[in-house]
């Protein structure tokens, strides 16, 4: 039996003051098992206090790669696919999680996810959604890496919000995975946001709902006509100043 | 001992990275046995951490408890409940016996009440060391006495066949049971001569059962020059937890008919180990429980 390892795969623009609260919490309720989990944290902010903050706080955690900090601002408005797959493709192990920036795992929830893998044989979509739409969990999606490689990830023709989620699920299910649902309550706590807080730095006219809406359309459209992979170039972003040891800043791309 | 030591931290780092990712929850089979030698191994070594993943293994047995679960000590119910029973009593854990272990008795009831009667005289050795570790004289009496009735007609019928290996190692604790609590009298007694002279008289008596004969009925020790093999000593250090609580560990360890394995078998142990057959009846955590049972029955040892 291999133990699949997992990677928490974080976005954070501009909410300092949420994951402030979160990511301790998560690195500490994780750390048990923490040779087989990396948390993975994308910096699209336009300030400097995340990065201070975990270069000053998570110093330890940096060394040993238990926590991965990258920073780019190439992102300049809010685009939910474009940064969960930039997230998404700077981890390195088998199972990715994405983790909202306001979202906690619960303790030990990185070997919950873990558990749900080995015990439906590996081929499954995990969603560790709560069941109330407004309670933050919705995009807490689990997946082996090689089938999020293989249709794409999360698709970058969308508008900047609305059913990344769902149609990634549904894609993952044509393909042939499982759909597996866990709401157990430990495990997929968030804070709660309004609409019009999580639509804040999107460079959009439209409002959530007009976006949730033309996105379902699109997906609804490449589903029917059997385009299930996304993305034809090299999704998220790639040119970074990445921060995983203690060392200073490097400019890669 | 370093050797000994090096084997003991060994095995504990493999089992925190992986037990937690086994599927069976058993005594002798799973995570409960697992995480007896956790706490154990963490009491000794006197480092926390590894009664942390222990605690975190508790948490997984606790909630896969249910009737789902077989009725034997190896794998199922009884099983858990005597490990449960065992830490609690040694101070691992603080659980509240109304609550967990009434759950268990009941469970236990509600799935002997289920099966035929034919099948329940199989699942009774596993129960009566369940209700004999809980001290509950009433369940353990109304169970070895019909589990006895039919071993005396057996052994009536055809004296000559000797009982499995198996058998006759629980066999024997369950007759200290009857004769130390006096629960019935002559089936145990004639039962008892009856085994006295297979395992004095025969050649090819278990060592495992000839040693254990000696711990539980010293004035009648039978010397005979045997040894064990290495399954040998993982199913003495099972037997020690499931039966019999009162009994020393000391007892079990003091006059063992062979050496400790060698720093060449451990390291093989090591290297082959299966990290989906975790248990205690499999080599790398069985030797490591026997190992640390050996070192600290003996305070010289460590």
């Not at chain 1, 393909?175 to 959009?204: C, D, F, M």
């Not at chain 1, 299930?228 to 890669?252: D, E, F, Q, V, W």
């Not at chain 2, 409960?32 to 222990?54: D, P, V, W």
């Amino acid at each position: 039996m291999k133990i699949p390892t997992l990677s928490f795969c974080i976005t954070c623009m501009n909410r300092f003051y949420q994951i402030e609260k979160t990511l301790k919490q998560n690195l500490d309720d994780n750390r048990m098992f923490k040779h087989l989990i990396e948390f993975i944290l994308v910096d699209f902010s336009f300030d400097d206090e995340l990065e201070c903050w975990i270069k000053s706080t998570f110093r330890n955690y940096l060394k040993c790669g238990y926590l991965k900090y990258f920073r780019t601002n190439e992102l300049k408005q809010w685009h939910a696919s474009i940064a969960k797959n930039t997230s998404h493709f700077h981890a390195s192990n088998d199972i990715l999680v994405n983790l909202d920036c306001d979202n906690y795992t619960g303790r030990n929830g990185g070997k919950f996810i873990i558990q749900q893998f080995l015990k439906h044989k590996n081929d499954i979509v995990l969603h560790q959604f709560g069941g109330d739409p407004a309670d933050g969990s919705f995009g807490r999606i689990s997946v082996k890496r090689r089938f999020f490689e293989l249709i794409g990830g999360y698709d970058e023709s969308f508008e900047p919000m609305g059913y990344q989620d769902g149609d990634l699920i549904e894609r993952l299910q044509q393909i042939g995975l499982q759909y597996v649902l866990k709401s157990n309550e430990p495990y997929n706590q968030a804070i709660r946001n309004t609409k019009t807080e999580s639509i804040l730095h999107v460079g959009s006219s439209r409002n959530w709902n007009e976006m949730d809406q033309i996105n379902r359309q699109t997906s609804k459209k490449n589903i029917q006509n059997g385009i299930l992979r996304a993305n034809c170039s090299t999704p998220g972003i790639r040119i970074n100043r990445s921060y995983t040891m203690n060392k200073t800043a490097t400019n890669h791309e | 001992m370093n050797e000994l030591n090096d084997y003991l931290r060994k095995t504990a780092l493999i089992l925190i990275r992986n037990a937690s990712f086994i599927e069976p929850v058993g005594l002798i089979d799973g995570k409960t046995g697992i995480a007896i030698f956790l706490y154990t191994y963490a009491r000794y070594a006197n480092k926390q951490i590894y009664s942390e993943y222990a605690d975190e293994l508790m948490d997984e047995i606790l909630q896969s408890i249910s009737s789902g679960l077989p009725l034997n000590t190896n794998s199922g119910i009884p099983g858990i409940g005597i490990g449960l029973d065992y830490l609690a009593r040694n101070q691992f854990i603080e659980i509240d016996p109304k609550e967990t272990l009434q759950d268990i008795d009941s469970l236990i009831r509600k799935q002997e009440a289920c099966l035929p009667k034919a099948s329940l005289e199989s699942i009774y050795p596993n129960s009566i060391a369940y209700w004999n570790n809980r001290r509950n004289q009433e369940e353990t009496r109304s169970r070895t006495s019909v589990l006895f009735s039919r071993l005396t007609t057996i052994y009536r019928a055809n004296p000559s066949v000797p009982l499995a290996k198996e058998s006759l190692v629980h066999i024997l604790f369950m007759l200290k049971t009857c004769l130390d609590q006096q629960i019935i009298s002559d089936n145990a007694l004639l039962l008892h001569k009856n085994i006295f002279s297979t395992l004095r008289l025969h050649d090819n008596t278990p060592a495992l059962a000839l040693h254990i004969w000696n711990i539980l009925f010293p004035e009648k020790k039978i010397e005979k020059n045997d040894t064990f093999s290495l399954n040998d000593l993982i199913a003495l250090a099972h037997l020690q937890f499931i039966y019999n609580p009162d009994i020393p560990a000391r007892s079990y360890y003091e006059h063992i008919p062979s050496s400790i394995p060698e720093r060449n078998v451990l390291l093989n142990i090591l290297h082959c180990a299966n990290l989906q057959n975790l248990g205690l009846k499999y080599n790398l955590t069985g030797t490591a429980w026997f190992l640390l049972n050996y070192i600290q029955s003996i305070p010289s040892r460590s």
